[in-house]
């Protein structure tokens, strides 16, 4: 299992606490242990060497005898396993155990005899901790007083028992008094070997408790430790699930100390960093959703001309295989195939400057219109533009400018023709009646072509402005359609056309303005036999469907292009766009007018060269219309 930093660095710090606590507690106890013990033992030896020098000092004053004197020293010191030697004033051993290490004890050293003697023989104890190599005799030997009461005892072996304390010793000299006089000392000395084996003795305890305490803590130490990093740990795992982009995870908050109120500094931040998110992914869907939705494309680029935004009516106008939510594929297709367009935002992104432009797409015209994008530096950080689908306008335009240009010619002619007739007139250049009267009838004619022409123009634009109001009643239709084939079979006999009359011999009552009707049929008509090469056929033909009637007028005339069937129904529309026809090509748009007015509906079906077909519908009135 890993564990987290935090884990291990307060486990390093208990761990490196209880270590140091261990290391400092052995050097402290190394340093300082010999030397109390070393003071414990002084402390211990010292009635010992003065109950010696009592045993002396009763043994001069004659309250034990010499002969009982020695085995008492004898087996004190053997119980206390000290060296002890007695020496007169003037140093020399008068007196020593016999035994120390299974070996002889010489003399007193003379490095002890010298550091010591001189404080023992003004009554003072004096002590020594060390070897006696450590002290370096003053003199060799000191002149000491030759009448000595301890001469008696006589002089000890001469040899000196320095070899024997050549380890660290403790020793202890005690004055022997006789009377208010010094006359000799007590030396009891005691190797360090026994004090140092009581140290190791209790440092290996030490170091044993050391180490056991060091392994029961350590697991103590461990959880502890765990518990203490837990919390942090936990807040670990859900700030970084939250910085994974899942706000929905919470930290534990329930404590009262700083871990909680980290937890709920934590829970906080989440929560509103989770409401600032949403509202601004709603926004952004909600923009995104305004801009997919726009029947305009919007396109934007950045300052190094990278596509940054397109909406799905870009791909729709400049006809994009790529879906606009793939912004490089779309970047691509843009660049390959509009460079045109391209060519506008790159004009923008140059010059900083807004720039409009009208491009064709075949007969599609698509207006754009590109606006520069400003930091808030002033640094021109990118290009906006907007594309739309202004056919409709163009083409509202154009037929403005046709329409003025169109009722020019179309009054210029008869105006011209009129001028060129009055003139020769006025200066008397016709001579005779009858030449004056073929002028008298063109003009009449022209004139007649004025006025028609004129009043077809107020009344069509009083039928788109709404301003004719039509009376609608019920009437047979039956009757107007015969008047009309009445009137058309000796016209069609004339110019040699046939005419079809495919009319049921019952028709129901219909709804709306019986003269408008036949003004429809009438403009109808006269179109089917005007664009009707000799020999050719003209129908009407009546058809009752559910609630009305199929009025249909049919000839294998010229028929109408395909591209122009849409604008057939236009004022001034003629397919023949030199103008040279007769019509003022307002007929068709009077009638379609008419019909919309009455709510009725008009539609064509051509080909060029099969011939064409109008049909106009008549609703049944409405009692009939409920009867059948
Ligand atoms: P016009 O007075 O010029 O006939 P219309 O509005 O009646 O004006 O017709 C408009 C144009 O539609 C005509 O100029 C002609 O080109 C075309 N057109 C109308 N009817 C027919 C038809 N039956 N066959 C072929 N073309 C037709």
């Known amino acids: 299992m890993k564990h987290s930093a935090s884990f291990r660095r307060a486990l390093l710090l208990a761990y490196s606490s209880v270590l140091f606590f261990a290391i400092m507690l052995m050097l402290i106890y190394n340093f300082a242990a010999p030397r109390l013990f070393a003071q414990n033992k002084i402390d211990d030896l010292v009635p010992k060497g003065e109950i010696i020098a009592g045993y002396i000092e009763s043994s001069l004053s004659g309250e034990i005898s010499s002969g009982y004197l020695m085995p008492l020293i004898g087996s004190s010191t053997s119980q206390w396993e000290a060296t002890v030697w007695v020496v007169n004033a003037d140093g020399d051993t008068v007196i020593r155990t016999q035994v120390s290490n299974d070996?002889?004890?010489?003399?007193?050293?003379?490095?002890?005899?010298?550091?010591?003697?001189?404080?023992?023989?003004?009554?003072?104890?004096?002590?020594?901790?060390?070897?006696?190599?450590?002290?370096?005799?003053?003199?060799?030997?000191?002149?000491?007083?030759?009448?000595?009461?301890?001469?008696?005892?006589?002089?000890?072996?001469?040899?000196?028992?320095?070899?024997?304390?050549?380890?660290?010793?403790?020793?202890?000299?005690?004055?022997?008094?006789?009377?208010?006089?010094?006359?000799?000392?007590?030396?009891?000395?005691?190797?360090?070997?026994?004090?140092?084996?009581?140290?190791?003795?209790?440092?290996?305890?030490?170091?044993?408790?050391?180490?056991?305490?060091?392994?029961?803590?350590?697991?103590?130490?461990?959880?502890?430790?765990?518990?203490?990093?837990?919390?942090?740990?936990?807040?670990?795992?859900?700030?970084?699930?939250?910085?994974?982009?899942?706000?929905?995870?919470?930290?534990?908050?329930?404590?009262?100390?700083?871990?909680?109120?980290?937890?709920?500094?934590?829970?906080?931040?989440?929560?509103?960093?989770?409401?600032?998110?949403?509202?601004?992914?709603?926004?952004?869907?909600?923009?995104?959703?305004?801009?997919?939705?726009?029947?305009?494309?919007?396109?934007a680029f950045d300052s190094s001309a990278r596509l940054t935004l397109i909406n799905p009516a870009v791909s729709h106008l400049l006809g994009l295989s790529t879906d606009a939510a793939e912004t490089d594929a779309a970047d691509a297709e843009l660049h390959e195939k509009n460079g045109d367009v391209i060519g506008v935002f790159d004009q923008v992104l140059q010059s900083g400057e807004s720039v409009q432009k009208t491009l064709w797409r075949g007969k599609t015209a698509i207006h754009i219109s590109v606006t520069p994008l400003l930091a808030p530096s002033g640094k021109l950080s990118g290009c906006v533009g907007v594309l739309s689908d202004v056919t409709s306008a163009e083409r509202l335009e154009q037929t403005r400018r046709d329409y003025v240009a169109n009722v020019s010619h179309e009054l210029r002619t008869p105006l011209t023709a009129l001028r060129a007739l009055m003139e020769p007139l006025r200066d008397g250049l016709v001579k005779t009646e009858e030449q004056r009267q073929q002028i008298y009838d063109v003009v009449l004619r022209e004139t007649m072509r004025l006025s028609r022409l004129v009043s077809d123009m107020l009344e069509l634009s009083r039928l788109q402005s709404g301003t004719i109001s039509?009376?609608?009643?019920?009437?047979?239709?039956?009757?107007?359609?015969?008047?009309?084939?009445?009137?058309?079979?000796?016209?069609?006999?004339?110019?040699?056309?046939t005419f079809i009359y495919d009319v049921p011999d019952a028709l129901p009552l219909v709804r709306g303005n019986p003269d408008r009707t036949q003004q429809v049929l009438v403009a109808l008509l006269d179109n089917a036999f005007k664009?009707?090469?000799?020999?050719?056929?003209?129908?009407?033909?009546?058809?009752?469907?559910?609630?009305?009637?199929r009025i249909t007028v049919r000839d294998t005339g010229i028929g109408?292009?395909?591209?122009?069937?849409?604008?057939?129904?236009?004022?001034?529309?003629?397919?023949?766009?030199?103008?040279?026809?007769?019509?003022?090509?307002?007929?068709?748009?009077?009638?379609?007018?008419?019909?919309?007015?009455?709510?009725?509906?008009?539609?064509?079906?051509?080909?060029?060269?099969?011939?064409?077909?109008?049909t106009f519908t008549l609703h049944l009135a409405p009692q009939t219309a409920e009867n059948a």
Request: aromatic content about 6%; hydrophobic content about 40%; charged content about 20%.
């Open 103 to 299: 070996r002889k004890v010489g003399r007193l050293p003379d490095s002890l005899a010298v550091s010591m003697l001189p404080s023992v023989l003004k009554g003072q104890t004096a002590t020594h901790i060390g070897s006696v190599q450590d002290i370096t005799p003053e003199s060799t030997r000191s002149p000491y007083s030759s009448t000595n009461p301890l001469r008696f005892l006589g002089d000890a072996d001469s040899t000196s028992a320095e070899e024997d304390l050549k380890d660290k010793i403790i020793a202890v000299a005690v004055p022997i008094f006789y009377g208010d006089e010094v006359v000799g000392a007590v030396f009891m000395a005691q190797t360090m070997r026994e004090v140092m084996n009581s140290v190791r003795v209790l440092t290996n305890t030490i170091m044993l408790s050391i180490v056991i305490v060091l392994l029961v803590l350590l697991p103590f130490i461990f959880f502890t430790a765990s518990r203490m990093t837990r919390p942090i740990t936990e807040m670990r795992k859900v700030a970084l699930t939250m910085a994974a982009g899942d706000l929905t995870v919470r930290a534990d908050d329930q404590g009262k100390d700083e871990y909680g109120e980290l937890g709920h500094a934590l829970n906080v931040l989440s929560s509103e960093l989770g409401r600032t998110i949403s509202s601004l992914q709603l926004e952004r869907n909600r923009l995104a959703g305004f801009i997919n939705g726009l029947s305009e494309g919007i396109l």
């Open 470 to 497: 039509m009376s609608i009643s019920d009437f047979p239709p039956l009757p107007l359609l015969e008047t009309i084939r009445d009137t058309y079979l000796p016209y069609a006999e004339d110019y040699q056309k």
């Open 531 to 549: 664009y009707t090469p000799d020999g050719g056929k003209v129908t009407l033909a009546a058809v009752p469907e559910g609630d009305l009637i």
């Open 560 to 614: 109408i292009a395909e591209e122009d069937l849409p604008h057939v129904f236009e004022r001034f529309y003629k397919a023949d766009k030199s103008h040279h026809g007769k019509g003022t090509g307002l007929g068709l748009a009077i009638a379609y007018e008419i019909m919309h007015t009455l709510g009725e509906e008009m539609s064509v079906n051509s080909a060029p060269n099969e011939g064409s077909a109008f």
